[in-house]
């Protein structure tokens, strides 16, 4: 795609969106043309869910134009952002799961006649639509009975019936596989060629080379730059977004290779044998060592989270020993493994880890304090002490303990959760996408803590979907496929990425992995 | 009960292998109904073996009859707690209704000019605490329970006493009867309470307000994103609510051909657990008007049989309903837990 001849369908100039205390959008131009899929790129707290939301109309602006088709335009709230042809899908699918997916699709703008609504269309009529999507499933079942992947693509064709203009795709690929990925880019592709303006958000640089035409790059709340996606190396790229030397990212790769060899000769802390549960994991053997990280490689669904949450003891397992130190133990609850120092940092930040509303100080204080019991509250001098200390170690942003968490970021956030279960010197941590929707910066850093933690004596469980990640940071992997741990590997040379997708895509179970 | 244990935990185990494959579930979402239809049916046919006259056509008419003031209110209940959200005012609502009614028609005001009036004002007060609700973001435990006791305090302060009615139209609507077989013969009151139930169903099923309804009780943050008119539509719930309790309290003082102030107290917890037993989840977002009548004929029945056996304690009305309430709320924890 050359320099669009055609006129943009959307110009924003000058954006400016102030919040108490912070400039989130400071002066910034965005432009989008028909017919091309346009990146958004920046850090975590960069300004794109704020230009996002600007643009569906969910915050008002303090300053600066939109123009839509020309026409200067004030959008004043999502229903207004839709009749002006500007449709969303956000990183959390926003539908109603109780609702049958023709229902998601049309719901607001049902066909009817006399106020009656007719069924039989949208039922045909969503069918049609998922069908134009490569989807066939049925629609008359409710949302919920799909997973996540299906329900964006029920998401975007929601979007894309109800406005060909421009369509906006926030962070849609988080939690897709790659063979869902695949098909939202052939869908984006079809769209596209229709003429459609789609603005695309997504952390997996790969994604963004593959898929769009040109990017725009912001940082800090500042327009950084427009470039065509072909011309702008992906190493300078990077830099643009984080504004300094990718030295951080490299730096670690050496540490991690270096820490890789050690740990055979370790004391384990936890022995799994034939631990299960129904409908979860199939019984597996897994031994963690001291100053060890374990990777957990798979698929979306392959059974990761539920491994883990057994280990914790957030679900209970039905079958198999557990030992810890080699003593046997049985994880009913969470607080047992808490008292034998095992921590779990969880998949769900916003739903099963962070507390919005209260500060950075107290969400990191959480843990420690339910683990001496709330009868001996920690001291607040005690309390800022260690706050401090986490927040410039982990550089959390802002450095503000007292500011309420839900204004932060997500890598921040992120960095908030790991802090809590940080301070309560666990032996064992287990961390489940820690870096999931996250940007580039805040990634190498939280790689290089749990590095650093491993080579300190700590035992870290890795959760990721992301295989490059888990090989650069783990002595030894275990492959995960259709709810069964399928093969150990220790990590060295002749293990990469292509030899675990083949274990994944061939699903051979090596011996002794499962019972 | 046996329902839900027949729920073949095999297709769950499937879905967990292939996450992509849907789910198939069957029925999930009638669960609950069903398991109250069930109960009802175990109740009656107990009750016609037990009993001699309990097969009477009659048995079942009367249960709305009896209970067409509840299930009236129930209705509008229904549309609350499918958004989410709760009414505590709607007895305290009809206490208001009941006892202007009757000074209205006792001053002699034109029963035409007073019933809208009345179930205008029910209206009224129910989209008031709707924009509270929703415009200050109040929790609707609060902003009801603040209306409850408006309401109340006004009918108390109108008057303390039981007010007679004899006012011409009232009087013909209490005596009339509309027959429906040789034997049979009901009410206008329970004619216009199955009307509500009718009516609130193709509401639900069939117009976009009753799709709304269900959009908010799903996610109401969804339903913003979607460009659904939540404010609209949450105000309107318990405008639907007031409404009906007004209208609640309308077919009382036509039952009972008087108005009493301290009418219709515990009405709102009588029509909430009705709700519940009959499937509609209080989180929002699931159930059925039918399941609300449902709930409302385990009422009744219960109090039927109480009635039929003549040495039982009216207070063992209560004791079910307590025990029946557990158990569905079991239920519907066990049925939700499935169907993450």
């Avoid at chain 1, 975007?156 to 939690?175: C, F, K, M, N, Q």
């Avoid at chain 2, 002699?108 to 000019?113: D, F």
């Amino acid at each position: 795609m050359g320099e669009p001849t055609t006129k943009p369908v959307l110009e924003m100039t000058g954006i400016r969106k102030v919040f108490p205390g912070v400039v989130a959008l400071d002066g910034v131009d965005f432009r989008l043309f028909p017919g091309e899929v346009h990146a958004l790129m920046g850090e975590n707290g960069a300004g794109k869910s704020t230009l996002i939301k600007v643009l569906t109309g969910v915050y008002d602006i303090d300053g600066g134009d939109i123009l839509l088709g020309g026409d200067e335009v004030h959008i004043a709230g999502p229903l207004a952002a839709q009749k002006a042809g500007i449709s969303t899908v956000y990183q959390e699918v926003n539908l109603c799961t109780n609702l049958t997916v023709a229902e998601n699709i049309f719901i607001g703008r049902e066909p009817r006649t006399f106020g009656k609504i007719r069924w039989g269309v949208i039922r045909k009529r969503a069918a049609e639509l998922l069908e134009r999507l490569d989807l066939n499933i049925d629609v008359s079942a409710p949302l919920s009975t799909y997973s996540l992947a299906i329900q964006q693509m029920v998401a975007i064709a929601r979007a894309v019936d109800i406005s060909a203009r421009v369509v906006i795709l926030d962070e849609p690929t988080s939690s897709l596989d790659a063979s869902e990925v695949e098909q939202l880019f052939r869908v984006m592709r079809r769209l596209k060629a229709d003429g459609v303006a789609i603005l695309f958000v997504s952390h997996f640089l790969d994604q963004i080379y593959e898929i769009s035409d040109r990017l725009t790059v912001l940082r800090n709340g500042q327009l950084i730059g427009e470039y065509r996606t072909a011309e702008l190396p992906q190493v300078q790229l990077v830099e643009k977004m984080i504004g300094k030397e990718l030295a951080t990212l490299e730096g670690l790769e050496d540490k991690a290779l270096r820490s890789r060899t050690k740990s055979a000769a370790a004391e384990p802390i936890l022995q799994a044998k034939g631990v299960g549960r129904t409908g979860a994991i199939a019984p597996f053997d897994l031994t963690i060592h001291r100053g060890e990280v374990v990777g957990l490689a798979g698929l979306l669904g392959s059974g990761r989270t539920e491994l883990a949450r057994l280990l914790f003891g957030a679900d209970k397992a039905d079958t198999g020993e557990l030992s810890i130190d080699g003593k046997p133990v049985t994880l009913r609850d969470p607080q047992v493994a808490m008292r034998r120092g095992i921590a779990f940092s969880s998949e769900n930040r916003r739903t099963e880890g962070i507390i919005g509303d209260l500060s950075v100080r107290e969400n990191i204080i959480l843990a420690l304090q339910a683990a001496r019991g709330w009868t001996r509250p920690i001291p607040r001098r005690k309390q800022d002490e260690i706050v401090e200390k986490y927040i410039k170690a982990l550089q959390i942003r802002p450095a503000d303990p007292e500011r309420p968490v839900r204004n932060l970021s997500g890598g921040n956030q992120q960095k908030v959760l790991l802090a809590r279960w940080l301070i309560t010197e666990p032996r064992l941590l287990i961390i489940d996408e820690p870096t999931r929707g996250i940007d580039v910066g805040a990634k190498a850093e939280i790689q290089k803590l749990v590095a650093e933690l491993s080579d300190g004596g700590m035992a870290v469980l890795f959760v990721s979907a992301e295989l490059e990640e888990v090989l650069r940071l783990s002595h030894k992997i275990a492959v995960l496929r259709d709810r069964r741990l399928i093969e150990e590997l220790d990590n060295g040379a002749g293990v990469d990425a292509e030899r675990i997708m083949q274990t994944i895509a061939s699903g051979q179970t090596a011996s002794g992995a499962t019972s | 009960m046996t329902t839900i244990d027949a729920t073949p935990p095999s297709t769950n185990q499937k879905a967990a292998v292939n996450p992509r494959r849907r789910v198939y579930r069957p029925n999930t979402k009638y669960i609950p109904i069903l398991a109250t239809l069930a109960l009802l049916i175990v109740m009656y046919v107990s009750g016609i073996a037990n009993y001699r006259n309990f097969d009477q056509p009659s048995v079942v008419v009367n249960l709305f009859r009896d209970n067409a003031v509840l299930l009236v209110v129930t209705v509008g209940m229904t549309f609350v707690i499918l958004t989410g959200g709760i009414d505590l005012s709607v007895g305290a609502v009809i206490s208001l209704t009941t006892t202007l009614t009757a000074t209205l028609l006792q001053g002699g005001w034109p029963p035409l000019l007073v019933l809208p009036l009345v179930l205008l004002l029910g209206a009224l007060l129910g989209a008031g605490m709707g924009a509270v609700i929703h415009y200050f973001k109040v929790e609707p435990f609060i902003a009801t329970l603040a209306g409850l006791f408006l309401a109340r305090g006004l009918a108390l302060f109108i008057n303390q006493e039981s007010i007679p009615i004899r006012d011409k139209l009232w009087t013909t609507l209490s005596d009339m009867r509309i027959p429906l077989g040789e034997h049979t013969r009901t009410t206008p009151t329970a004619v216009v309470a199955l009307s509500a139930v009718l009516i609130a169903a193709a509401v639900l099923a069939w117009t976009r307000f009753g799709r709304n309804v269900y959009a908010i009780g799903g996610s109401a943050d969804s339903a913003l994103l979607m460009g659904l008119p939540v404010a609209r539509t949450r105000i309107a719930v318990y405008t639907v609510s007031g409404f009906c309790a007004a209208l609640g309290g309308v077919l009382y003082t036509i039952n009972s051909t008087s108005g009493h102030a301290l009418q219709g107290s515990g009405t709102e917890l009588d029509a909430i657990a009705s709700c519940v037993i009959g499937g509609v989840l209080l989180t929002g977002g699931a159930g059925y008007v039918f399941g609300s009548l449902l709930g409302v004929l385990v009422y009744g029945m219960i109090g039927t049989i109480i009635n039929f056996q003549g040495d039982l304690n009216s207070a063992w009305t209560r004791i079910v309903v307590g025990i029946l309430l557990f158990g569905f709320i079991l239920l519907q924890r066990l049925v939700t837990r499935r169907a993450r």
